[in-house]
């Protein structure tokens, strides 16, 4: 499947991506595009490819990727799959059967039940908070991640107009969620760009000198994914 998202650079400086959304058993693929100084593009080039091999599903809010969730599919969602395709029926004076007026094209996902459960009041919570709280407030959009044995798309948006949520009785704590969603066009790029800051350099390193022996340009310290992020650690 196709990656959404892209961000913009000069081709000499280096640069480490993190894509917060890659299908499940799918092959997510990987394309640097090239422009001039025009904004003209003038090529491109696959740069990879990778297949998350992971057979559970995720909630997750797609403009804060720390907001997520795994989650049990229960046999109802999306049990019934509705798609519409716009358009009218006319009938012509004296005709016996009607012409159809509409160009289409055809609709997404509409009407479609999410049920899903959760075995603690911890992952409750953290389903919730996709959606915002009374001290927070988030779009009521949810990406929702499956394997392919759910015929939704890998990367499905959908809105979130109203959440259930239900204490399962006798159900050891479990508690189930449900919604009626349809599905909208994402409202974020999905590739974010990660930056080496000072502070993660510290981490590792006491003085410069260290850095200098380690590696032998800057542009190696900065393609070192391992040291980004180790002072939010």
């Not at 693929?29 to 998350?52: K, L």
């Not at 989650?71 to 012509?92: C, K, N, Q, S, Y």
């Amino acid at each position: 499947m196709d990656v959404r998202g892209g961000i913009r650079k000069p081709a000499s400086s280096p640069l480490v991506v993190i894509d917060p959304e890659p299908g499940f058993q799918v092959p997510n693929d990987y394309t640097v595009i090239g422009h001039d100084i025009d904004g003209e593009i003038v090529g491109s080039w696959p740069v990879g490819s990778t297949t998350v091999d992971f057979s559970g599903s995720v909630i997750q809010q797609p403009l804060d990727p720390r907001l997520s969730v795994e989650v049990v599919r229960l046999v109802t969602m999306a049990a019934d799959i509705e798609r519409e395709t716009p358009g009218d029926l006319v009938f012509p004076q004296g005709a016996t059967l009607p012409g159809m007026v509409g160009l289409g094209p055809r609709q997404g996902i509409q009407g479609m039940a999410v049920d899903v459960l959760l075995s603690s009041a911890s992952d409750a919570d953290a389903l919730q908070s996709t959606l915002g709280g009374y001290a927070t407030s988030q779009l009521p959009v949810w990406l929702i991640r499956t394997p392919p044995d759910q015929r939704i798309p890998r990367i499905f948006f959908c809105h979130v107009p109203r959440l259930r949520e239900s204490r399962v009785i006798g159900g050891g704590g479990h508690i189930r969620f449900s919604a009626t969603v349809s599905e909208v066009r994402p409202p974020a790029v999905g590739i974010t760009a990660t930056a080496l800051t000072h502070s993660d350099m510290k981490v590792f390193f006491s003085t410069h000198t260290e850095v200098k022996a380690q590696y032998s340009t800057h542009s190696d310290v900065k393609r070192d994914t391992s040291l980004i992020g180790a002072a939010d650690a």
